[in-house]
């Protein structure tokens, strides 16, 4: 299982940016397509958006389309998921997942994974 750990997360006011990165921290990480997750307080964990192996696939939910941009450096090891326009409802706890594959709607990505600790994203002024 691959093992990834999410960073970045924070305080920000709405309408404000952050990167949230998932570094994996063993190798094949170029086999895997990377899902991302979030779980707003009182609310169930949801995929939002996945990026395939090569990168040359990235779907995402219509909630954070065109103001989320996921990205891979595969060099790096790692995701970066660029968040502009933040919005209140964008609170909560980000996870990263390896997948097999990206589904055309992330919110159809399993929510069995190894998960790890999270990083919490806060937007509020």
């Known amino acids: 299982q691959l093992q990834l750990v999410e960073s970045g997360g924070g305080l920000v006011q709405p309408g404000g940016s952050l990167r949230l990165s998932c570094a994996a921290t063993?190798?094949?990480?170029?086999?895997?397509?990377i899902g991302w997750f979030r779980q707003a307080p009182g609310k169930e964990r949801e995929g939002f958006s996945c990026?395939?192996?090569?990168?040359?696939?990235?779907v995402y939910a219509d909630s954070v389309k065109g103001r989320f941009t996921l990205s891979r450096d595969n060099a790096k090891n790692t995701v970066y998921l660029q968040m502009s326009s933040l919005k209140p409802e964008d609170t909560g706890v980000y996870y990263c997942?390896?997948?097999?594959?990206?589904?055309?709607?992330?919110?159809?990505?399993?929510?069995?994974?190894?998960w790890g600790q999270g990083t919490r994203v806060t937007v509020s002024s």
């Open positions: 997942a390896a997948e097999a594959f990206c589904p055309r709607d992330p919110a159809l990505l399993p929510l069995n994974a190894d």
């Open positions: 063993q190798f094949a990480f170029d086999y895997y397509a």
């Open positions: 990026i395939s192996s090569t990168g040359d696939k990235v």
